[in-house]
């Protein structure tokens, strides 16, 4: 009633509808709508459910080839969907005297596709050591990099992660709206998106030459970095999503082999779980810098036999006493 108020004409208010709307309100409501859905999701009574009666702990089942990607699931709860944010974070904790240390690979996707696109200026910006979420915004947006703000990068995560798979100017503002509560009008999405693609036209004729295999042949097989297959795939943001993830999802099991083989480096440590990208150990506090320093080490080994020298592979680390970060 109030968007109806304000001049806007609306049959619906799901996210696909309101993506539509220029309005301040809109971007208010999805994230108002979103912190609703978490605490339906993940309230007292889901802690109640699997809270372990002896343990105290949370202990999820994993499955090894739980997506068609390669990727693991995991379910019993389902820890991977835990909210990033730190008010969600900050509640699984460890004891006094422990450590949560946690390791992501950074923008590890967009490394991996840069290597799989042979995208040159992707490539050269991970060489040179830059943030590629600010070197989008500065070159799409037409901003300085010193001037590029959160609000910029925002946007450029939104093209950085939504057209590496090939959404069209539709596509990218509900992706924007949804995941990252930027509203574009659908002139700015389509500009955006043509000045992305030519920011980096590697990655436009990856998704070019995939469209067309696809047209010609009806399917085809994608593989991963280790030449691990998909077969017949049909749809054309799969053909695209399916190499990219899948590499990560072979890397992120290398890594783990390489834990586990080399685990007399960090005896004490244990792995507590596993988020795609980023793995959570648990420590004695005195010896959280060691825990770190094995988790890079293997991690960055792992990634590396996959793409060899030609992109950086960048670990980072984070030692507090919840999974949120916060000081010992």
Not at 63 to 75: E, H, I, Y
Not at 189 to 208: D, V
Request: hydrophobic share 40%; aromatic share 6%; glycine share 8%.
């Amino acid at each position: 009633m109030l968007l109806h108020a304000r001049g806007h004409e609306l049959t619906a208010t799901d996210s696909k509808s309101l993506s539509t709307v220029e309005d301040p309100l809109v971007p208010v409501l999805l994230e108002y709508r979103d912190a609703v859905k978490r605490v339906g999701t993940y309230g007292r009574e889901w802690i109640d459910t699997y809270r372990h009666p002896l343990t105290g702990r949370l202990h999820a089942d994993y499955f090894q080839l739980g997506a068609w990607s390669g990727r693991m699931s995991c379910g019993n709860p389902n820890v991977q969907t835990i909210p990033r944010s730190a008010a969600y974070r900050s509640l699984i904790r460890v004891a006094p005297g422990r450590a949560l240390v946690t390791a992501d690979w950074s923008q590890i996707e967009l490394r991996l596709a840069a290597v799989i696109a042979q995208d040159t200026e992707m490539l050269q910006a991970f060489g040179a050591g830059a943030d590629l979420h600010t070197v989008t915004a500065a070159r799409v947006l037409g901003v300085p990099i010193p001037q590029v703000t959160t609000h910029h990068r925002q946007i450029a995560k939104a093209l950085n992660f939504g057209l590496l798979y090939g959404m069209g100017a539709g596509g990218l503002r509900r992706y924007a709206a949804s995941q990252y509560h930027v509203a574009l009008t659908p002139a700015e999405a389509e500009q955006h998106r043509g000045r992305f693609f030519r920011t980096y036209p590697g990655l436009q004729r990856w998704q070019r030459q995939t469209a067309r295999r696809l047209e010609q042949e009806g399917i085809v097989e994608t593989r991963t970095l280790t030449g691990r297959r998909q077969l017949a795939v049909k749809h054309f943001p799969v053909a695209l999503n399916s190499p990219v993830q899948g590499s990560g999802a072979d890397g992120l099991k290398l890594a783990l082999a390489r834990l586990y083989h080399h685990r007399e480096e960090a005896p004490e440590a244990r792995l507590m779980a596993v988020i795609h990208d980023e793995v959570v150990a648990e420590a004695p506090a005195a010896r959280a810098e060691q825990t770190a320093a094995w988790l890079t080490r293997h991690m960055t080994a792992a990634v590396q036999e996959l793409v060899g020298e030609v992109v950086p592979i960048v670990v980072e680390t984070m030692i507090g006493q919840d999974w949120a970060g916060s000081p010992l």
